[in-house]
């Protein structure tokens, strides 16, 4: 059975302090890692990762996967108070497109 | 907006009732996914269809539980005699789901149901 375990399970930080997110994961035949924000509605796609040692980029946000270790990071610098949500992650195996997500980690970002 | 459209947004109903909700993926994706959210938990998978077919089923969908997408476009999941555990966030999300693609999923906001 795939399992996601993210960690830690939530997190306070002040404005303009950098967060890193972790996950790592289980799953059969790896086909994606996947990052999400939720806020009080439903899940927004953030990042897909496939290969192991690419970051991806957007704006403040970073993400990298290392597929021998079995996790990813999700990095937020220079946080702002708009950053406070929860972050999933989520991955798929090959043969399958559901995604086994974890139980997220609730970042709250303080003024 | 062609985002993911669900509705309704709200459902209370009293235990034993059926309720039906209905999801609009986004028009040019033709896979359609269903995930029930609880509290402190992440989306758990309950079904998938590729166009008109459902190809997967959680061991979570209960018999209670079905669902449709009749003409490879919009879905229906149906919960009959609703239990207080099906008390939930019932989101749908949509990829677009052509061979080899990625397997980006849009969520929709959600149909979050109560059940007296």
């Known amino acids: 059975e795939d399992k996601v375990v993210q960690s830690p399970l939530s997190l306070v930080v002040h404005e303009g302090d950098t967060v890193t997110l972790n996950c790592s994961y289980e799953v059969t035949n790896f086909r994606s890692l996947l990052w999400y924000k939720q806020e009080k509605k439903a899940p927004t796609f953030l990042f897909m990762l496939?290969?192991?040692?690419i970051e991806k980029k957007s704006g403040r946000l970073s993400s990298i996967l290392d597929k021998k270790e079995l996790f990813s990071i999700l990095n937020i610098t220079a946080t702002q108070t708009g950053d406070s949500a929860i972050y999933l992650c989520?991955?798929?195996?090959?043969?399958?497109?559901?995604?086994?997500f974890g139980k997220g980690t609730k970042l709250s970002v303080i003024p | 907006d062609t985002g993911v459209s669900q509705d309704p947004r709200h459902k209370i109903t009293k235990r034993g009732q059926n309720v039906t909700f209905r999801c609009d993926p986004i028009s040019e994706h033709n896979r359609l996914y269903w995930y029930r959210q609880t509290l402190g938990q992440g989306p758990e998978f309950l079904t998938y269809?590729?166009?008109?077919?459902?190809?997967?089923k959680s061991r979570l969908l209960s018999d209670r539980f079905s669902a449709e997408r009749p003409k490879g476009s919009f879905s229906t999941l149906e919960i009959q005699r609703t239990e207080q555990g099906d008390s939930a966030m019932y989101l749908c999300?949509?990829?677009?789901?052509?061979?080899?693609?990625?397997?980006?999923?849009?969520f929709g906001p959600g149909t979050r149901l109560t059940v007296l």
């Open positions: 989520a991955v798929s195996g090959a043969g399958s497109y559901q995604l086994t």
């Open positions: 496939t290969s192991s040692g």
């Open positions: 999300a949509s990829s677009l789901g052509t061979s080899g693609s990625r397997n980006e999923q849009f």
């Open positions: 269809f590729q166009n008109e077919a459902q190809l997967e």
